[in-house]
Each structure stands twice: as C-alpha cells, then as structure tokens.
C-alpha cells in the first residue's frame, strides 16, 4: 500500500474531536476538490507492506486510529488491513470521499464520509448508494465554503432524510467561510447537525503536516 504519513495527534474533526489519535494518511485520490487541504497526499509517499503500518501504528500506544487519505479505499488491501486493527480492539475510523462503495466496509469501523458540496465541484462523483449503507455511528461531512453551499446541503439532509439515521456535520472552509457566519445560520434555522471546525489548524496552523 502506498502511504503519504503516518503520525500521532489530536483528532481535529468529527464527533471524536479532542481526543489522541494515530493517523495513516494513504497516498492517492480519484477527486480533486477545489477545497482540498491535502494536496501533496495526491502523489507523495512510500510503499509500505501491512505489517509495517501495523507496526508503526502500535508503537504510538493509542487505541483510536483514522484511516484516511487521498482516499484509503482506493487501496488494494486496505480491507485487510482495517480488520486487523479493529481485531486487535482499534476504534477506527475510516475518513472516505463518497465517491468509492462503503458496502463491503467491516461493519465495526465507523465511516467519516464527506458529501460533496457545490463548491467543491465533484457532486457528480458522488457514489449515492452509500447512504443506504449508513450505521448510526457513521458520520456526513459537509464542507461548507458559502451560503449556497450551507441551503443546498441542509436541502440535501431533508430531501435524503438524513436527520437522525447517522451523525452530520458541517464545516466552514478554512480561510474561505467564517467559522461565526456558519454557526449562526446553524442557530438561527435549529439546523440538526453538529458544527465542525477542524481544530488541529487552529492548534497548529494550517500548513502544518503530521497533526
């Protein structure tokens, strides 16, 4: 499996945010977002055998780990490599595109996916049929850059009824939306979802890699 990084940090984004966490960032996307934060996950990065990664994940001690990328689905044995984790008592999260089938995914692990917002011109990359694959511990990301982009997802939520069959979030783009512009349009139409910043930026900066 090729991989971009692997490191040790706080969890910035989801439910879970706060909380230390290993990381395997996996080299490789089939989207190019015109948001996209990780850029030099695209191409950058090394083989790595699974015994490897395995390897360098434990030696971290933490029992929480995010597969993410690029997009780790895309990688030829990664399924193997997530039920090994999960196995040896991991709780895993998978951050994914949306855009590759979740449907064979190990049923444990909890699936981050994104739905991809106007702004990031890749809708129509969208693979639709994993909503109904959806546990209630999984979790919508909703990378908001505008206000069009804030009422075509809370159309999408109602239009899907998403409200209450998983986790949704919604995120300002960093640098581009304001964080308090977001959370009021969220206040102000008692939007049910969960306001997401990505923390890890505001604690370390934004081009800071490996956190």
Known sequence: MKVCE??????????????????????GCNLRCVYCDTKYAYEEGAQMTGDEIFGKVKSFGLRYLEVTGGEPLLQEGVSGLIGRFLDEGFTLLIETNGSVSIREVDRRAVVIMDIKTPSSGMFAEMDLMNLEYLKPDDELKFVIADRHDYEWSSGFIRDYGLSGRCGV????????????DLANWLVSDRLPVRFNLQIHKYVFGPDQRGV
């Not at 230390?20 to 960032?25: G, K, S, Y």
């Open 6 to 27: 692997i490191f040790a940090s706080i969890q910035g984004e989801s439910s879970f945010a706060g909380i230390p966490f290993a990381f395997v960032r996996f080299s």
């Open 169 to 180: 979030l919604f995120s300002p783009v960093f640098g581009v939306l304001n964080p308090a």
